[in-house]
Every structure is written in C-alpha cells, then in structure tokens.
C-alpha cells in the first residue's frame, strides 16, 4: 500500500509535557541561532490535553528555565501550595497526622502549584505554535518506521478500518512521516516505546520497570469545606493490608478540590480491585468533610511509571530519543513526574539541536546521556534512587522510615542500593491463596460504580473498529487466568472493560473496548502478558477537559 509521506527535521510522539518541552526548546534554539527547523508533534488524544491525566502538584524548575517569564506569559498556574498536611489512615475511621521529622522532605510542596497538566499543556502548546511547530491531534502514532537499524520516523492510524479489518466507506491510510530524528514522548507504557525498548534491547541493564495505577477526582465543594492551596496526603488505609500506595486531596482553584488514589501494580492479591479502593478511600472521614455536599465533575485513571534511576532504560537509538514517562523519569520519592519529564525533554531538544546543527541524521544521540548525567535530573533521580525499591521490600513503615532517614539527614547520599527486580506482573498471587474481597456497594454521594464514572471521562471510541486490547492467545484469559488468578483484568481495570460472562451456557471473556480510557493497566498487570495495548482509531478515548 502507497502511503502519503511528510519530511520532518523532528518528529514528536505525544503532546504532553515532556513532547511540548522537547518542541518548545527546539524551537527556541532555532530561533536564536536564526535556523529553520520542520517540527512535528503527533498527538493521539482529540485535542492536545485530552488524554492528560496527572494529580497534580507541579514543580517550576523545569519551566522556569523553558520560560523564565510564564507568569507573563500567561501559565496556568493560579494557586501556590500554603500548606502541607500528611496523615496515617490507620483504619477506616481514623487518622494520625505525621509530624515533619517522620516525612521525607521531598514530599513537602512550598513554591509549588496545585494545576491542571491538561490546560498547561494546552499553553505549552500555544507556546510551540507560536514558534512554528506543526501540532497534529488525533493522529496516533501507530508504528515506528525502522530503516537499516534506525528509527526513520512514524506512520500514523489508519482511519475507516472494519472490527473485521476490512476497509469502510471513507478509509484513510495513515501517512508516513518521516524524521531526522523521532522523539518518544507518549507517557507511561507507551506501546512504540515498549517496542523499542526490546527492539534495541533499551533495558537489559536496567531493573524491570514498576508502576501504579492513580485514580482522579474533580469535585467542586461548597465555600466553607474549601481551603485554596492546601495539599494533603496519606498513607495506611484502605491500603495497608493489600498493597502499597497513597491518597491525595488537592484544594485547587474556583472552589474545586482534586482527589485520588494512588495504588502500586505490584499488589498480591488478585481480588484486589484498585477501583473500588479508591471508592471506600473517599469515605474516610479526612476526605468524606472535604467532599460531602459537594459535587463530582469528572473521573479518570492513568498509570504511573515510578520504577526511578535503576528501571531506567538507555533512552537513545540511532534516530530515536525516549524521554518523560515513557523512559520513567518520574521523581516517585516527591510524587511528581511533570517537571522531570520537561527537563528530559529539553535535555533531548539540546542534543537534537547539537546533531542537526553538525548536518547529522538518524545518528545515536550520544549526547544525550552526557547532558542527562550532568543534570539536575540525573542528580534528583539518583538521590531518590532507593525510594520506591525500599518501600517494595520494606513495605510502608519501614520503608517510609528508610526514606525519611536517607532524604531528610542524608540527602540520598546513603551508601546503599536498593533494587526490585521482580517485575509487577510477576507480583500476583494465585487465587487459591485469598479470599474474594467484598465491597460495598456506591452510595452515588462519595463512591459510584465503574460505568458512571467512565461516563464522566468522556470517552468515545468509534465501535466498529479493530478492537485495539490485542491478546496474544485468546484462550489465556479462560484457561490460565481464570482458574488460577480469577481473572483479575476484571478487577485492576479501572473501566470495566474486561468481564467474564456467561453465554449459552458458557463462559465467554467479553472485552468492552469502548470504555478504555487509556491508562495501559492491563498491559502492565496481566499475569500472564497476555495483553497488549495499541493506538485506537484517531480521537478515540478519554476528553478530560482539565485533568
């Protein structure tokens, strides 16, 4: 099949903070050495934003050297944190405040801002556009054009594709375009990254990487239970028995508050179901003051890619650069990922520019991890390197204490190395081994069931249309997941797209593709890898309007 094909000197996957930094920067550097460069960013959400999903509290470093003058300029960023609070939810009732000297400094916010990484990335991409970089949403990039051992670019969806895969009335090819060098910037579990690290064997020296699954509310809340700019987290229930993770409770602006969940995909228990946690976790009475009376706006969950320094993988091949989440640059010893990813982004812009400049092309960007390891990226993940390993081994309270110690006397400078080399999947337990959980049932005031929350998502995706959850060997999900782990992609998905139904008499693994709102948890937590995601039909998938 002939395909239309564009020539670009770069070529961004994904329209997020660490692609819009990498074009921004880019750009700027072309600007001021007075060179034309052809830059594209692909964006497979409906709009740049669309697909964004992140807590959050939102460190400036990173954009403070992007654009020393946001504030000018216009940045989404209204509301400073005032305060910090951090509890131990010892049960469902209780709760303990930890005072400083229990908590890893990392973890305290001052000089941040509670925001929407939806809308700055919308700036971002105001920003990109007004130095002339081609932004392209709703066309996901679904193949990497490899050439001679070298990243050459990416092809994009076809449109007007049957679920037979037969071609429709108004089928589209997708079209090549083709790149001097390809950026990588789709976010946690990006399906053309994990392709490229086995590819290029990107990981053999890294640990497996870890992730989480985070749940996000957006309520808005009556004046008096509203408190602009506080930050609260928790640790303890409803996790401390099952799985390690934590809660978070933003007091953004206009009267709305951000409330989530944070559960990490190395859990046992296969009953487990991150969802409903997330549910009774809205109940605690710390979170139940804040939420009651008030109203909920829009859902969403998105995994986490929190591996830190010793998961990463090499981030460069001949033509090709990973950056952001989808090389697992995400500080999880300060919950936050968005300015790391920003910085690995004008890391690869500075390297690109430095390649392009010298005439070069789909080369390997050996500079790259030389400007890497002499940043304050490098820096910041190699001081929090033990962090998550500690608490996967450790668990909670000595891990916490682990952490503390080595953040608040230490520095991260405390002589030991700490690795998880057990991969998520690998985690769960056969289902013999537990007993089912039960979980109430929503009272649709603070907790609701999967399907009406989905609906908040606004996610769509056209239904006749290659169902884009792709099982290696479709007999798997009844004939080793069932009897063994119970089927827990039921139960970890966070939409309720898998189900184990009866028909005729017969057991029939369903998968309701059009609820996916794109987290990847299935792609990451199937016991058996059996899953594996991939781009959708264009626009498909979550709209979050300020997420």
Known sequence: MQRESMEFDVVIVGAGPAGLATACRLAQLAQEQDQEL???????????????????????????????????????????????????????????????????????????????????????????????????????????????????????????????GEKKDGYEPGMELRAKYTVFAEGCRGHLGKRLQAEFDLAEDASPQHYAIGFKEIWDVPAEQHDEGMVVHSTGWPLSKDATGGGYLYHAEDGQVYVGLIVDLNYANPYLNPF???????????????????????????????????????MTMPGGVLVGCNAGTLNFAKIKGNHTAMKSGMLAAESLFEALSAGESQTELTQFTEHFKASWLYEELYR??????????????????????????????????????TADYKCTGKAVSYEPIDYPKPDNKLTFDRLSSVYLSNTNHAEDQPCHLKLKDADIPLEVNLP?????????????????????????????????????????KDPSQNITWVTPEGTGGPNYPNM
């Open 38 to 164: 052809m830059i594209c960013v692909v964006e497979k959400g409906s709009e740049v934003g669309a697909h964004i999903l992140s807590g959050a509290v939102f460190e400036t470093r990173a954009l403070d050297e992007l654009f020393p003058d946001w504030k000018t300029l216009g940045a989404p960023l209204n509301t400073a944190v005032k305060d910090d609070q951090i509890f131990y939810f010892k049960n469902a009732e209780s709760a303990t405040r930890l005072p400083n000297f229990m908590v890893p400094k990392t973890f305290h916010n001052k000089g941040n801002y509670i925001t929407s990484i939806g809308n700055l990335s919308r700036w971002l991409a105001e920003q990109a556009e007004g130095m002339g970089v081609e932004i392209f949403p709703g066309f996901p990039a679904a193949d990497v054009i490899i050439e001679d051992g070298k990243v050459a670019g990416v092809i994009t969806g076809d449109m007007g594709i049957d679920a037979q």
């Open 276 to 314: 409903q946690e997330f549910q009774r976790f809205k109940t605690h009475p710390e979170i139940a003051k804040v939420l009651s009376k008030g109203k909920r706006v829009t859902y969403g969950a998105r995994a986490i890619t929190k591996g830190g320094f010793y998961s990463l993988p090499k």
């Open 384 to 421: 929090s390197r033990n962090f998550g390993p500690a608490v996967h081994k450790f668990g909670t309270w000595l891990g916490g204490a682990y952490n503390t110690l080595d953040q608040n006397w230490f520095g991260g400078k405390l002589p030991f190395t700490i690795k998880d080399e």
């Open 484 to 524: 063994e782990y119970a089927e827990p992609a039921q139960r970890y998905c966070p939409a309720g797209v898998y189900e184990v139904v009866e028909e005729e008499g017969k057991a029939v693994f369903k998968i309701n593709a059009q609820n996916c709102i794109h987290c990847k948890t299935c792609d990451i």
